[in-house]
């Protein structure tokens, strides 16, 4: 045999606890085909000198969007701004598309005041004007928009609706107002959708990302079109990509009363279809909405203010899209970022299970953002994956804090308390809604130092060695492909996050400063700028 490739006199990583270390690894056919003694009598098509360079199972991003990432990179943005002055001659700067203007980053927490409708009105009446928030649950538009939208959605005291002290529509709207005026701006194109993954999948290259698991398709708050995964088989993807698909999607089908299906997507298809490039994952249900937008459904309120966040949608019809979900086969990706949101989610689950038992059905709770300590055992009992952002904290820990409180502070994105209860965490970024590194995601893991310097929930730091298996063997167990990647190991996928240093020695505070030297999907270097 003849190997591919084969990387030498480098500190290989592994991740499996049979082998944690080797100097070298051989590569045919996009697998690794064995570690040091195993291949060192082998030749090889080309051989890598490492130098000396860190090799780590390529990054897993379990809760990534990359078509929302693309656009966002290509799309004028205000988070710069710090008054609704400097937003509007933003505005005035942007060329619109068609009869839309559109901006992103947008964060009424920074600014001196929230933008109204007024504000954009004296941009521009004669075209729609849509200013996304940052969090990706909410937004501000002009009056010509909420002129398009139904009056009943508009009725004083509509959940996610701000109105002014007359009862009028002020212009911000979050969570199904807002998904409502995403309808009038889609579809998009299976080509403008095309270009935005590319765009989204260079990103996490760069940042030694493998595998990113696109958290909504075909519907849901961040759905581009209901056909958008032909844009995902348009052209042969960089990195691997799975697909969890908005349960939006589910309708009545007549399958066999035998096989318990009441709703399904068309063709009965659910996770798994699918190879190692593309494949379908969980199914993507909202119960409540964000903490930048101050949606997340909370049983106590924020701190200062009469706000307790909001479910998504009406609680029938949520659990019935879990229940169904469930039953149909599907492995469910359930957002709850609120502990009242995680309480129905908890609730649903564990009648999910009793209608219906499955075995290792890894359903996932995406986010996990404010669990209670009594939480804590009802998440283990059935097994569930917290998919948990660091970055979250990171970047907002202390506006977190400040609205959580004292006492519900160290609940926030848990850590040890996760892994002490014997819960498998999985890492990701929630990209583009906070910075997508994860080596910043991990630092923050192991020291829970935000950008500001403050600590937030120190209590919940994890080891280096816990923090990097929650992106690699924690990502892949979440999304059932740790049978093919999360460890380098005989059989599995090649593919490689090759790094500058070793994070496990590294200065705790400068590991997401660590470079991304090379990342290798399947033996192939596709983000290469040292040209190893």
């Not at 459904?297 to 609680?315: H, K, R, V």
């Not at 499955?358 to 009992?381: D, K, M, S, V, Y």
């Not at 917290?386 to 970047?395: A, S």
């Not at 502070?409 to 990701?428: C, M, N, Q, V």
Request: hydrophobic share 40%.
């Amino acid at each position: 045999m003849i190997l591919d490739m084969k990387l030498v006199r480098g500190r290989i990583i592994t991740m499996d606890p049979a082998r944690p270390e080797a100097t070298s690894v051989g590569v045919w056919r996009g697998q690794v085909v064995g570690l040091d003694e195993e291949v060192a009598h082998l030749d090889a098509e080309r051989v890598v000198d490492l130098d000396g360079a860190v090799v780590l199972p390529g990054f897993v991003d379990a809760h990534n969007h990359l078509a929302w990432a693309g656009r966002a990179s290509v799309t004028p943005d205000v988070s710069s701004c710090r008054s609704v002055a400097e937003v509007v001659a933003r505005l005035r700067e942007v060329t619109p598309v068609g009869d839309w203007l559109e901006v992103a980053g947008y964060d009424h927490r920074v600014l001196d005041r929230p933008l109204t409708a007024e504000d954009l009105d004296a941009v521009a009446r004669d075209r729609r004007i849509y200013v996304q928030d940052r969090s990706g649950h909410a937004c501000v538009v002009n009056t010509p928009v909420l002129r398009e939208l139904p009056a009943t959605l508009l009725s004083p005291g509509t959940p996610g609706v701000e109105f002014d002290r007359d009862g009028n529509p002020t212009g911000g709207l979050a969570e199904g107002a807002q998904t409502a005026v995403r309808a009038l701006r889609l579809p998009y194109s299976i080509d403008e959708i095309a270009g935005h993954v590319a765009l989204g999948a260079r990103q996490c290259l760069a940042q030694g990302v493998t595998t990113a698991a696109e958290a909504g398709v075909a519907g849901g708050i961040v759905g581009s079109s209901p056909v958008e995964i032909a844009a995902y088989q348009r052209n042969r993807l960089p990195l691997r990509v799975q697909l969890m698909v908005s349960a939006d999607a589910l309708h009545p089908v007549a399958a066999h009363r035998d096989d318990r299906v009441t709703r399904a997507v068309d063709l009965g298809l659910h996770t798994g279809l699918g190879d190692d490039r593309l494949g379908i994952g969980a199914l993507k249900v909202f119960t409540d909405g964000g903490m930048m937008a101050r949606t997340a459904a909370m049983t106590e309120p924020y701190e200062g203010t009469g706000n307790s966040g909001q479910l998504q949608d009406d609680p029938e019809r949520m659990t019935a899209a879990i229940l169904d979900g469930h039953a149909a086969g599907w492995q469910l990706a359930v957002h709850a970022i609120g502990d009242r949101a995680l309480d129905f989610t908890l609730d649903t689950l564990e009648e999910a299970r009793r209608r219906h038992p499955r075995e290792n059905t890894r359903h996932r709770i995406e986010h996990c953002g404010t669990t209670r300590p009594e939480q804590l055992t009802r998440i283990a009992a059935l097994n569930a994956v917290p998919v948990i952002q660091p970055t979250f904290l990171y970047d907002n820990g202390d506006d977190y804090s400040a609205i959580m409180g004292e006492r519900r502070t160290p609940w926030l994105y848990r850590g040890k308390s996760f892994l002490d209860h014997g819960i498998t965490i999985a890492g990701s970024s929630d990209r583009p809604v906070t910075e997508g590194s994860p080596l910043r995601a991990i630092q923050f893991m192991v020291d829970r130092t935000a950008r500001d310097g403050g600590q937030i929930g120190p209590a919940e730091a994890i080891t280096i060695d816990q923090a990097l298996a929650a992106y690699t063997t924690g990502s892949a167990y979440a999304c059932n492909v740790d049978a093919t990647r999360g460890t380098i190991a005989r059989g599995k996928l090649a593919d490689f996050a090759v790094l500058a240093d070793d994070p496990r020695t590294h200065d705790t505070s400068g590991i997401n400063g660590i470079r991304v030297l090379a990342t290798i999907v399947g033996g192939d270097p596709v983000h290469n700028p040292e040209n190893l």
